[in-house]
């Protein structure tokens, strides 16, 4: 109304200058949604605001003798099956093991003997808490303890120990030594050994 | 001897003079934007001039650093195999440095140089002078809807860089080169936090259109009124801003980035 008014009475020079006011709002306008188009894009495409769920859940504990790469907020599957995130990570004062908390997506329970595991997604990827579920015919209740943990892989243990146990085959080894070659010898028994 | 230690002492004070000066300038500005919030028409004129018309430079300029980005990570992830990972190298290198910073600096060269070439006319044509004698203080009617369109246009400049530059980097990634698309988007999703990495990317834009604002109008506001004062304070626009900008990124990112 204001416009038309204004518009009425003006000039057309006036009108022109109306009209360059309007366009410029426009304009303006048009950029200010662009950013916030690229702001929800960036997001809910690129980044993980489509995961926060809103769902609340319960949190329970679980003791580990090694946590690994474990952080905050890295996913608990069960079955592969995303159903919750870790909360925080504290080391148990009493029994120096790391006190992991979880929270589980409301809706999703477990037997109360269920099981909990650090693994890893591929060979060196994210590590991740697994739960696999017991046969107790009651629940996890929030705020409940898993008993039963099983320690995030360390690689350089594993390596560390793959090296001992070759050392100790060696070690053990030397007296047959002169034996291993002997096989090697005759096609049928080499054929043998690739079996 | 003696004038050696006199002009050491001449540029130190000087320096902490015209430091002085730029501050007092700058409370100044701030104390002039709630009147610019009042008369927000001018505001919108000047995010026309300093935001809307600088959208092809920075979503060109977001493109081709994205598309150049998804290429490069491409050969140097390759022989890990771990190419799915192109989309996330990409996405947090634009949201957190790239984005804010050459969005900056494009904005510095854009618009930076037009403000204090615009102001630094108006004082040469004694435009500003005839504002005061009509009692109308040119700090609340030109600098501060300026300072104010800058502040608010500079984040929304650096998302849509973001935003054009994960795009890009998808065009190269998905459609050129063949990564998975459903790999090139989750491990993004997985690793990209909104709060930590694109909200703290708009703080430091937000920072950085202060800092480019400021010294754009700076500069102009005290240009020498002649035209080689407005072709020097116009380089110096560039110059300063960009270094500032690029030092208070690092002081930003050892803020904000120094936990993993």
Request: proline fraction near 4%; hydrophobic fraction near 50%.
């Amino acid at each position: 109304m204001d416009v038309l008014d204004a518009v009425n009475a003006a000039s057309s020079k006036e009108i022109g200058l109306v009209m360059a006011k309007k366009r410029t709002e426009i304009l303006v306008g048009v950029f200010v949604l662009l950013g916030i188009f690229a702001l929800v894009f960036l997001a809910l495409r690129a980044a993980n605001l489509s995961s926060f769920s809103t769902v609340k859940g319960y949190q329970v504990r679980a003791r580990f003798d090694n946590i690994g790469g474990l952080k905050v907020r890295a996913p608990v599957r069960s079955a592969g099956v995303a159903v919750g995130h870790v909360v925080s990570i504290a080391l148990d004062k009493n029994t120096y093991q790391g006190l992991v908390v979880m929270e589980i997506n409301q809706g999703v329970s477990f037997p109360a003997d269920s099981s909990a595991q650090i693994l890893t997604s591929g060979l060196l990827g994210d590590q991740y808490v697994g739960i696999e579920p017991g046969a107790d015919d009651k629940n996890l209740k929030a705020g409940d303890l898993i008993k039963q943990t099983q320690s995030a892989v360390v690689l350089e243990k594993l390596i560390g120990q793959m090296i001992f146990n070759k050392a100790a085959d060696a070690g053990g080894g030397t007296s047959p030594a002169p034996a291993a070659p002997a096989p090697a010898t005759t096609p049928a028994a080499s054929g043998g050994a690739s079996k | 001897m003696i004038a050696v230690v006199e002009s050491i002492g001449r540029r130190t004070l000087a320096a902490f003079s015209a430091l002085g000066h730029a501050a007092f300038f700058f409370m100044d500005l701030l104390r002039h934007v709630p009147g610019a919030l009042r008369r927000f028409s001018l505001v919108i004129a000047q995010m026309h001039a300093i935001g809307y018309n600088s959208l092809v430079i920075i979503t060109a300029s977001g493109v081709a650093v994205g598309c150049v980005l998804a290429l490069q990570m491409y050969y140097a992830l390759v022989p890990y195999g771990a190419s799915e990972s192109l989309g996330l190298v990409v996405n947090l290198s634009l949201v957190r440095e790239l984005g804010p910073v050459v969005t900056a600096l494009l904005f510095a060269g854009r618009a930076g140089t037009a403000l204090t070439a615009e102001i630094g006319l108006m004082k040469a044509g004694e435009q500003l002078s005839a504002m005061e004698l009509m009692a109308v203080d040119p700090r609340s009617r030109v600098l501060a809807p300026r300072f104010l369109a800058g502040i608010l246009s500079m984040p929304i400049l650096a998302i849509l860089y973001s935003a054009v530059g994960i795009l890009g980097a998808w065009l190269v990634a998905v459609k050129l080169i063949g990564v998975d698309p459903g790999n090139f988007w989750s491990i993004m999703q997985a690793r990209v936090d909104v709060f930590r990495d694109v909200g703290n990317g708009i703080v430091k834009s937000a920072v950085f259109g202060v800092i480019c604002t400021a010294v754009a109008l700076y500069q102009g506001y005290e240009t020498q009124a002649t035209p080689e004062g407005v072709a020097y304070a116009t380089t110096r626009t560039v110059v300063f801003s960009s270094l500032s900008v690029l030092a208070m990124d690092f002081i930003l990112t050892a803020w904000m980035f120094s936990t993993p």
